[in-house]
């Protein structure tokens, strides 16, 4: 069985759009999900893609991607890569395409001077989570994650 790791292209859209809903299910939060495939086409291949894709596959058929993009650690004064969702469909889990997909972005932030990979992981994916911990990861429980979105953001930003 081949499996291949290949950067995705605007023609893509509607298979990285199926692939992100699929993960939102599994994760139980598909209804949290708000793009439209428009804005998401532009944010990814437009002008300024603000984040790359690779799509992973198991005998020249999509079965997983992995969306990411740089960020930056100040401490080491490098860039590093934060993988925002990795997602392997169920039929093709145990082939080992999600370790492919790790292995290709350990490689893209090796080739890229990057400081490091990162990601969140929630905390109820316990078969995630020890996959992680197998390839090397460790938990970065002294962290708390913060967000500010929709009304609190647009309050934040008016001042």
Known sequence: MTLTIRPATAVDVPLIAALIRELAAYEKLAHEVRFDEATLATKLFGPRPY???????VAGE???FALFFHNFSTFEGKPGIYLEDLYVRPAARGLGLGKALLRHLAALAFERDCARLEWWVLDWNAPAIGFYKALGARPMDEWTVMRVDGP???ALAKG
């Open 152 to 154: 609190a953001l647009a």
């Open 51 to 57: 984040a790359e894709v690779l799509i992973g596959e």
């Open 62 to 64: 999509a079965q997983g």
